[in-house]
């Protein structure tokens, strides 16, 4: 089999890149290791940008979104018991939409679907070959049989467990990478949320934080040790230890029913440099991990395909190489601006340290972000999307 550009990973990264490039005509090949089914049930982002958005749409699956997306003018954030409200639409102009990257994932493959762009789900031992020359090659099985690709280039769009960042040598590729000694555990029910606008919890017990899909679907996340069971989180253990966390309203609120998905995550910051190595590209989570904090891993893996599938639309349209030899900076410099914006978000409102002056700075850095507009205006920028 030959095609322009072989994809490895349908998640959000791969899907869209998929979507987009064939719209430029430029044809594609996706090879995901899992079914789609598995994929679809993958819970995880729920807070997209408008510039997330506006690809989606560009890319002709913002349909549903805009009919079923929730649109959010602010979020609020409780300190102790006390909350306080941003609002994104007076400090930025901008407001953010709620809508699950289960939804976003079925609506790009439905797209993919619809085009009759292939994907080949259940691809095991994937391989990336001859990427440094001019003729790369995937090789991998499927149906109890090996197979070949030959492709102009490999979009490496695997998640961070994924094999592309893995088949660099590491002499080419520096990782800078921070690990939490937290994670959260969420869960996802089909009980009204407490609150119209998120709420992000910040409490002597831990982070918690109160989100939504529908206002008839929760999610749940609370702060928990790394060395946690999720078997031992029956539903009612969560309903129990998130309570406390929250404000009087909040808790007067707050619905319980039995969870329909449940899951730790640990939290990490990572960015492998650069994202290029000569016909392989790495987008999304295969080449950077935010802590989900503020919410930005689904909006950068989309910002890398953006600037990726206009390089690509350039080399095949006009010749130009410019927009690939650029890649790597580009995407990495608005990486970096997510990356501190996590960090500084996870700082801020987990239980890290145990360490009564780390608690203090935390409660004054609260305390100037709620009374500066500066501080605020700045969060709010960095929350909605920083413009490209
Ligand atoms: P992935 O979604 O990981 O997709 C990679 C795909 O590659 C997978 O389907 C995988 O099966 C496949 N694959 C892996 N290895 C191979 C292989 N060897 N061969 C073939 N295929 C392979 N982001 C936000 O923007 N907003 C949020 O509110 C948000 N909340 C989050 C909450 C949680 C709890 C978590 C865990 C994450 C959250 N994120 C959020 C982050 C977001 O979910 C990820 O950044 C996003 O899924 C990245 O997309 P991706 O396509 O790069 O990678
Ligand atoms: C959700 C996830 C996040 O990481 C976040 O910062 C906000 C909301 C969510 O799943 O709804």
């Known amino acids: 089999m030959r095609t322009q550009v072989a994809i490895i990973g349908a998640g959000p990264a791969g899907l869209l890149l998929g979507q987009l490039l064939h719209k430029h005509g430029i044809d594609n090949v996706i090879l995901e290791r899992q079914t789609a089914e598995h994929v679809l049930g993958r819970v995880r982002a729920g807070v997209i940008e408008q510039v997330t958005v506006d690809l989606l749409d560009e890319a002709g699956v913002g349909a549903r979104l805009h009919a079923d997306g929730l649109v959010h003018d602010g979020v609020q954030i409780c300190v102790d ?34 085009v009759g762009a292939p994907t080949i789900y259940s691809a095991h031992d994937v391989a990336l070959h001859d990427f440094f020359g001019q003729k790369p ?10 197979h070949e690709i030959a492709c102009d280039f490999i979009a490496g769009c695997d998640g961070f467990h994924g094999i592309s960042r893995k088949s660099v040598p590491a002499s080419a590729i520096t990782a800078h990478e921070r ?17 119209e606008e998120l709420i992000y919890v910040h409490h002597p017990l831990g982070f918690a934080l109160c989100s939504m899909r529908t206002p008839t679907r929760s999610r749940y996340y609370i702060q928990c040790s790394l060395a946690e069971d999720i078997e031992s989180w029956v539903d009612e253990r969560f309903w129990e230890e998130i309570r ?19 899951s730790i995550a640990p939290l990490r910051s990572f960015v492998a440099e650069p994202m290029r190595f000569g016909r392989l590209f790495l987008a999304g989570d295969a080449a950077h991990i935010v802590p989900p904090t503020g919410a930005k ?28 030899d650029h890649y790597s900076e580009r995407a990495l410099a608005r990486v ?53």
């Open 179 to 195: 690990v939490y000694p937290l994670g959260w555990l969420g869960i996802l029910s089909d009980t009204p949320p407490v609150s």
């Open 297 to 324: 891993g689904l909006n950068l893996a989309a910002s890398d395909v953006r600037y990726l599938s206009q390089a690509l639309v350039e080399h095949y349209a006009e010749k130009s190489a410019a927009g690939l």
């Open 81 to 114: 018991g006390v909350r306080h409200r941003l609002s994104f639409k007076e400090l930025t102009g901008k407001t953010v939409m709620v809508y699950g990257q289960t939804e976003i994932t079925k609506d790009l493959m439905d797209g993919r679907a619809a």
């Open 336 to 388: 970096w601006k997510a990356e501190r914006f996590s960090w500084w978000m996870t700082m801020l409102l987990h239980r890290i340290s145990e360490n009564p002056f780390d608690q203090k700075l935390q409660l004054a850095e609260l305390d100037y972000l709620f009374r500066s507009k500066a501080a605020a205006t700045a969060f709010a920028e960095n929350y909605v999307g920083l413009p490209y």
């Open 244 to 262: 406390p966390r929250l404000d009087d309203e909040a808790r007067e609120r707050l619905v319980t029913g039995p969870s329909i998905e449940k």
């Open 137 to 146: 090659r995937v090789t991998y099985r499927a149906g109890g049989k090996s």
